[in-house]
């Protein structure tokens, strides 16, 4: 039979059925009766859209506060300092042993050491080469590496709970007693050579390697720029001498999971009690020597945007008025809905998006403000971030943007603390900061009783009228002539118009 004969014949047979079906209804069924209907049910049910509760919008309830999480400290019998956070949810563990030199430790002419030297550190041990040691942590499924920071490097540890002695056996292997092999050691100084030279691949990337040199001082340690003769510098004796000194006592050991502080105690000190010495004192970082009011140039020919990042020196991390200049900066630049980002791009439309913030350091921190614009919008940017910027200290906030900030940090918090791993970088940062650690719990009530005053008083106190750094980054063809009029204006002070290369070195003015 063909599809379409018993397609046809499944359709005569429903007919039939339905004809049967037919047959069996009553000649005269019962009348189906409705009960009416009210006016008074029907507008009971009802909602009509001109009902006064629709005039006001719902108000929300009120936020409540975080809890913040409770953890435990001890110390080893070699002065390694441990913080545990315990969590029950995932048989995971995570920690950072935490170490008293960084970038801020290296030789003026040897910047780049301490990332160098912390990457060496993990590529292999004595007894296992680069390979080995990579299949090892592969066999037990765990982690262990080591990175440079500023002001501390770390090693880290990550594994399943029940892996943990095998990952601490690596980590103590790799921490007592490096590989340090030659070979990996020019290999990952050409790959840090190859990374100075992508950044100078863009103007953001440009700007963002240079800004810091400007702000700070070319001098300042927090100012030093990488490049491939600092790189080439770095010898593996320079290495060597910089594992040697990561000792325990007066370093830290942060750690997150599910296990015990008995039983981390005892893991450690089974692999670590013997290793023993004192930690350097962590260096004291001095205070920025900026370009005060000078506008920094610097030629990419035919880039199609120009990046600008306008910036000054700030308050110190620990600043009474934290939670107020926290909202200034959320106001004017912190956000979306900041008045930086809705000027340029929702209003001229001259940049995907526009930022303004405070970034902090142990040593202090510095206001930045900018954006990746449209090459010929330049110059208008330069002036509206300007004209954004003292309003700002000039005016209040209005009550609208102060809720509406003040919300949004209060809401946030949780997720600070949303996972265990979380909650450690929040204790840690806090302890970068050298504030003590339980200052969220002060923080929120801070952030609530904040008012208008409040912010405007820091605004006028942080935000600075003039005296500027200014750094474009673009081509000089179609944003020169803008930048040379706005410096000779003053707009951002009094320090001129320079010109710099890729690498943050004078260079001379651009041929147009």
Known sequence: MTRTTSALSLGLLSLGLLASACQNIPDEAPPVTLAPVTVEQQDAK???????????????RAIAPVEIPTFETFTLSNGLEVYLIQQQTLPTVMMLFEFNQGSVTDPARKAGLSGV???????????KDKASFAAAQDDHAVSVWASGGSESSTVGVRALQHKLPEALDLAAEMMLEPGMRSEDFEVL???????VEQSKGSPSSI??????????GAKHPYGQLETDESIDAISLSDCKKWVAKLEPKGNKVWVVGKVGADELKKQLEDRLGKWTGSAPVRRKVGAAKHAEG???????????????????????????DYEATQMVAAILGGSFSSRINMNLREDKGWAYGARGSFAYTPAGSYFNAGSSVRTDATGGALREIAKEIQTMRTTDPTAEELSREQAGALLGMPARFATATRSLYQFRSLAYYGLPLDWHVGHQERLRKLDIPA?????????????????????????????????????YGKGGLKFLDADGQPAKRPKI
């Open 46 to 60: 009802a909602e009509w859209p001109d009902e006064p509760f629709r005039a006001e919008r719902p108000t929300p």
């Open 117 to 127: 030297c912390a990457d060496l550190l993990d590529e292999s041990t004595k007894t």
């Open 189 to 195: 100084k050409d790959q840090r050579k190859n990374g």
């Open 207 to 216: 700007a963002y390697r240079v800004f810091p040199s400007l702000i700070w």
């Open 294 to 320: 000078t506008m920094f140039f610097i030629h990419v020919p035919d880039a199609a945007q120009s990046q600008i990042i306008v910036g000054h020196p700030g308050p110190a991390r620990d600043a009474a």
């Open 455 to 491: 912010v405007r008083a820091a605004a006028e106190t942080h935000l600075q009228a003039s005296g500027h750094v200014v750094l474009v980054v673009g081509d000089a063809k179609v944003v020169l002539e803008d930048l040379e009029k706005i410096a000779a204006e003053g707009i």
